[in-house]
């Protein structure tokens, strides 16, 4: 199993910064993809980003150019950095993880609670 929590969510101005963070725990060994959704409010919830571990990263068209994903394995957190944010990237932000081919997870997925990123001035 595989436990996910994000955090650093928050209140930015359009056009800042921001930095979210996901701390992962567990059987992280079996774990061939990370990733963040969002779910703007009334929404449905949507790819953001996307990092395998073989290094290959995709991102949904609203945020490419804009956001970026990365993962630093010495304290076993997957990273967003959020650049010149827009009102409309108002959302909850997940953290997500999917397991490889290995035995007892084959393609499990596992979801963070989420955290609030609210992009107003």
């Known amino acids: 199993q595989v436990q996910l929590m994000e955090s650093r969510g928050g209140l930015v101005q359009p056009g800042g910064p921001l930095r979210l963070s996901c701390a992962a725990s567990g059987s992280v060994w079996a774990i061939e993809a990370w990733g963040w959704y969002r779910q703007p409010p009334g929404k449905e919830r949507e790819l953001t980003a996307i990092l395998t571990t073989s290094g290959t990263s995709n991102y949904g068209n609203a945020v490419k150019g804009r956001f970026s994903i990365s993962r630093d394995k010495s304290k076993n957190t997957v990273e967003l950095q959020l650049n010149s944010l827009k009102a409309e990237d108002t959302a909850v932000y997940y953290c997500?993880?999917?397991?490889?081919?290995?035995?007892?997870?084959?393609?499990?997925?596992?979801w963070g609670q989420g955290t609030q990123v609210t992009v107003s001035s």
């Open positions: 997500y993880a999917r397991s490889g081919n290995y035995a007892p997870y084959f393609g499990s997925e596992y």
